[in-house]
Nanobody, 126 residues
C-alpha cells in the first residue's frame, strides 16, 4: 500500500511555471513507477508524464514534452512535476499515481496505476 499527497497547484498566468510535488508514504517508494495525470472539466483523464522505478527512464505526453519535467527523489519519497511555459489548456486537476509496474511500454496507461492522490488544481489564465 502507498498513500500519495499532491501539492503545489495554484493560479498562474500563461507562460509562468509551477512545480507540483507528490509525497508518498511507505518504505519501498523506489520500487514504484510514478505517473502524473490530469483531468480538465468535461474531459477525460489524460496522461501527462511518468518516471519508471528506474530513475533515468521518463515518458511524456506529446502536449507537454519539452515544457514539463518529471523527476523523483527516492530519499524523500517524492516525485515532482516541473511545469514551464504553462498554457491555458494545461488547466486541470493534476493527480499523481503509483504502480509496481516494472515495464516502460505502458507507463502512460492509467489502469496500470492502482494508487492515486487526491489531486491538486492548476489554473492557467490567459
Amino acid at each position: 500500500q502507498v498513500q500519495l499527497v499532491e501539492s503545489g497547484g495554484g493560479l498562474v498566468q500563461a507562460g509562468d511555471s509551477l512545480r507540483l510535488s507528490c509525497a508518498a508514504s511507505g518504505r519501498t517508494f523506489s520500487n514504484y513507477a510514478m505517473g502524473w495525470f490530469r483531468q480538465a472539466p468535461g474531459k477525460e483523464r489524460e496522461f501527462v508524464a511518468a518516471c519508471s522505478w528506474i530513475v533515468t527512464y521518463t515518458h511524456y505526453a506529446g502536449s507537454v514534452k519539452g515544457r514539463f519535467t518529471v523527476s523523483r527523489d527516492n530519499a524523500k519519497n517524492t516525485v515532482y512535476l516541473q511545469m514551464n511555459s504553462l498554457k491555458p489548456e494545461d488547466t486541470a486537476v493534476y493527480y499523481c499515481a503509483a504502480s509496481l509496474y516494472s515495464g516502460t511500454v505502458n507507463l502512460g496507461v492509467a489502469d496500470k496505476y492502482p494508487y492515486w492522490g487526491q489531486g491538486t488544481q492548476v489554473t492557467v489564465s490567459s
